[in-house]
């Protein structure tokens, strides 16, 4: 069922080392993405996979995970995500981040759930430079990281709860390092009805 794969589909941040994903899966993310919609139908994405060598510690070095965290720095030692894949925005296709920034969410949507699908946990991850990403990774001129996603075997607990009342938003963990994720309710996202 999709909504199950949904509620499955969390944001993971450590994950099983000796698991690696292969790229022929990585690639099949992609395709989920490939296939999904695209303002004007401009597909101006490109993917990068990263799951062996260098590529993978570059973004390892440059990433940042769980900011609403205070005290804990993410990934512990020894859970770093084995792959990933970037998503890019092909400037000699279309330059326009405002309009094409809606393309890069779907996309992400889609390579999140086919890896929630496949038994993997992955994280969407805004938090970079895309300068450093750019050039360390060797991306040609026109190709402009926009979101990485980490993708593996999680080895981590994590559980929805409702929101406090208090209306605090932010992720917290507890001392058994569950980690909670609060969502609004249903009813209080449902703008009322103009209909009379
Ligand atoms: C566009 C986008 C960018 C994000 N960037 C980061 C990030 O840089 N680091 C991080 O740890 N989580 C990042 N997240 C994950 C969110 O923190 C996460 O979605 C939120 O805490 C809710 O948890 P959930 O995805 O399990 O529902 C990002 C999520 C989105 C949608």
Redesign the pocket.
């Known amino acids: 069922m999709l909504k199950d794969l949904i509620i499955r589909n969390?944001?993971v941040?450590g994950y099983d080392p000796s698991v690696k994903i292969p790229r022929d899966e990585l690639a099949d993310m992609i395709d989920c993405a490939r296939l999904s919609a695209s303002s004007r139908n401009v597909q101006p994405l490109k993917y990068y996979i990263s799951n062996e060598g260098r590529s993978v510690e570059i973004l390892n070095g440059l990433?940042?995970?769980?900011?609403r965290l205070p005290g804990i720095t993410l990934p512990f030692k020894g859970t770093e995500p084995p792959a990933f894949i970037v998503i890019c925005l092909d400037t000699s296709i279309n330059s326009s981040k405002q309009i094409f920034i809606r393309d890069v969410?779907i996309a992400?949507e889609a390579i999140t759930l086919r890896a929630a699908e496949l038994g993997y946990g992955a994280?969407?991850?805004?938090?970079f430079s895309p300068d450093e990403v750019k050039a360390q990774l060797g991306f040609s001129e026109e190709i402009d990281p926009m979101?990485i996603i980490s993708i593996g075997k999680s080895v981590e607990d994590?559980r929805l709860v409702d929101l406090g009342p208090d209306g605090n938003t932010d992720?917290y963990r507890d001392d058994a390092g569950t980690h909670f994720?609060p969502k609004r309710s249903l009813e209080d996202i449902i703008l009322p009805s103009s209909d009379k």
Do not use: D, P, T
Request: glycine letters at 16%; one cysteine or more.
């Open positions: 969390r944001s941040r990433i940042h995970y769980g900011r969410g992400a994280c969407m991850i805004g938090n979101l994590i992720y994720v």
